[in-house]
């Protein structure tokens, strides 16, 4: 199914690049198409002294069992009494919010630096074998990211841009976190409860925009790369994802974008020695990772003239179109990211 979600997202990057060669327009350097969907991260450079804060919002929601892209049910998973199942326990709900902070500074037009911070609240729901209920809650600093943007490619018009994703994600989210359950006080919780990853991860990347009228149409390839095993003997699976969009200039002030992502993820690699398999589906390192396929629709804003001249916000709805998980997990549901930015 990975090929298959990249297939479609390189078709549509080759499309995107075909119908840029067609025109000969120059871009607006603002503008409420000049930069990508809010869901895309380092997108675009900036010039020589120029800063950019960013302040994204993301409300994720994951409910229903899938055993690769099957549906099956908590009962199946956790069994009864009498016939008892893999585990006994099995997540039926899981929520996040992610509150992220960033800010961009340009030394030169060629480099382009960048830092993020994040905050996550997470809340998982549960079901015993029994059929006992019972919720598990995390809430703290995440991860935080430090890289920079190089720019490799600008055409002569500026109607094509290239440019490098160079990056690091430094582990100040805890992987320690703890909440009550049934059956221990002050538990230790699963690797998807967990607020960070707990290694130092290399994000390489490559980001690819043409402008062409009142169209911006792009493409991203990245990659996060666990470089070690964290303090408790494990590293998240490594990750790859494209993403292909097109936007288009509405007004002055408003644009629309559609946007194509294929993602893929390995398992964990390693496990910790106080987290029992048995016990829940989200304490085995075998049901973690998989194959994504999703259409993200996006409202951008610019203001260009006023009090607020120069703030951007942003809207995308994102919709999962395909899931091939390993092993047993929750499915994702439909989720909203919002956003604002200033560039000065």
């Known amino acids: 199914m990975l090929f298959l979600s990249f297939a479609v997202c390189l078709a549509a990057l080759t ?15 603002i503008g409420p198409s000049s930069h990508a969907p809010i869901g895309v991260m380092g997108d675009h450079t900036h010039q020589a002294g120029e800063w950019m804060l960013s302040y994204r919002f993301m409300d994720m929601r994951m409910e229903g069992l899938v ?5 099956v049910s908590a009962a199946s998973v956790t069994g009864s009494m009498m016939m008892p199942g893999s585990v006994m326990v099995a997540p039926t709900r899981m929520d996040m919010q992610m509150q992220m902070l960033g800010v961009m500074y340009a030394p030169s037009d060629a480099l382009t630096l960048m830092l993020m911070t994040s905050h996550k609240r997470y809340s998982m729901d549960h079901v015993t074998r029994m059929g006992a209920r019972f919720t598990t809650k995390a809430e703290g600093l995440g991860d935080t990211k430090v890289g920079g943007l190089i720019r490799l490619y600008e055409s002569a018009d500026s109607s094509q841009r290239v440019h490098l ?32 990853s707990g290694s130092v991860e290399l994000l390489p990347g ?19 790369l ?34 194509l992502t294929g993602e893929s993820q390995g398992k964990i690699d390693g496990a910790r020695n106080d987290l029992n398999p048995k016990m829940v589906t989200t304490a085995n390192t075998d049901n973690y990772g ?35 998980l390993n092993g047993v997990q929750l499915e994702r549901e439909p989720y909203l990211s919002a956003g604002w930015q200033l560039a000065f």
């Open 206 to 224: 490559i980001t690819w925009q043409a402008y062409s009228g009142a169209y911006n149409v792009g493409a991203q390839l990245s990659a996060a």
């Open 290 to 324: 998989g194959d994504r396929l999703s259409l993200s629709y996006g409202l951008n804003a610019y203001v260009p003239d006023g009090r607020l001249q120069g703030h951007r916000f942003a809207l995308e709805y994102t919709l999962p179109l395909h899931q091939d």
């Open 226 to 259: 666990p470089l070690e095993r964290n303090d408790n003997d494990y590293r998240l699976g490594k990750s790859a994802a494209l993403t292909v969009w097109v936007a288009r200039k509405a007004t002055d002030y408003l644009s629309y974008s559609l946007r």
């Open 165 to 196: 994703n160079a990056g690091l994600s430094l582990p100040t989210g805890s992987i320690d976190e703890k909440d009550d359950t049934p059956a221990m006080a002050d538990a230790k919780l699963p690797y998807g409860m967990q607020l960070g």
């Open 67 to 71: 055993e690769g892209s099957d549906q």
């Open 15 to 29: 499309g995107a690049a075909a119908f840029a060669d067609l025109t000969n327009h120059h871009p607006a350097s």
